[in-house]
């Protein structure tokens, strides 16, 4: 059974920041691996997409590197800025014949100006 | 032009009562899912559908039943609603999982 950790549940950080943010999966067999950030009481806007064979996605000021044999991913946010307070979510999808994803509890991140 | 859209937003209730959420997708996507977002806010998936068949069923009681009249819409049904059902639920959507999902924004249901 799969299950996803995040670390740390929260953190808070002055503005300008570099931060990086930790996901790991237990099961190393995994399809792909997405990144989602929450505003409160929003749904779920998708940042980055990470295949199984991709190593790394890149979008703006957002890296999520994965190391599948590991069962790592992170997701580095650069120069940040209060508009990135969100809780992160990271979720993986184990593919086989019943595709789904499984979420971590999510990293709440607080920009301070 | 929103992709996957669910109504209501938000859903108070009595306990004992039977309520629906609806969802509808737009992305010409095959799949379909209802996932729980707990107190804690801990994501769990609840069903999902590939067109208009169930796929997952993952052990929720069965006062809650999926329909899915056709690949864009996926309504959950639940009856007798108890506290405990309180939640925000999120559908999403998925074609072939290599491009990921899109999630909708959310049905708060609150039973009092």
């Known amino acids: 059974k799969q299950e996803v950790t995040q670390i740390p549940a929260a953190l808070s950080v002055p503005e300008g920041e570099n931060l990086v943010l930790n996901c790991s999966f237990t099961?190393?067999?995994?399809?792909?691996l997405q990144w989602f950030r929450q505003d409160p009481g929003k749904g779920l806007t998708s940042l980055l997409l990470?295949?199984?064979?991709?190593r790394e996605q890149t979008s703006g000021r957002l890296n999520a590197s994965l190391d599948k044999s590991s069962g790592r991913s992170t997701l580095y946010i650069a120069a940040s800025q209060p508009g990135d307070s969100a809780t992160y979510l990271c979720?993986?999808?184990?593919?086989?014949?019943?595709?789904?994803?499984?979420f971590g509890k999510g990293t709440l991140l607080t920009v301070n100006p | 032009d929103t992709a996957v859209s669910q109504t209501p937003k938000y859903l108070v209730t009595q306990m004992g009562n039977d309520k629906s959420i609806k969802c509808e997708q737009n992305?010409?996507?095959?799949?379909m899912y209802w996932y729980k977002q707990d107190s804690k806010k801990f994501l769990k998936i609840m069903f999902s559908?590939?067109?208009?068949?169930?796929?997952i069923n993952e052990t929720v009681p069965n006062r809650f039943s999926p329909k899915s009249p056709d690949k864009a819409h996926l309504n959950l049904h639940i009856n007798s609603l108890e506290l405990g059902d309180s939640a925000v639920y999120f559908c999403?959507?998925?074609?072939?999982?290599?491009?990921?999902?899109?999630f909708g924004s959310g049905t708060r249901l609150t039973v009092v």
């Open positions: 999403a959507s998925s074609q072939a999982a290599i491009y990921g999902y899109t």
């Open positions: 099961d190393s067999a995994i399809y792909n």
């Open positions: 990470i295949q199984s064979s991709q």
């Open positions: 979720a993986v999808d184990s593919g086989g014949s019943n595709y789904k994803l499984t």
């Open positions: 992305l010409g996507h095959d799949t």
């Open positions: 559908y590939n067109n208009k068949e169930l796929i």
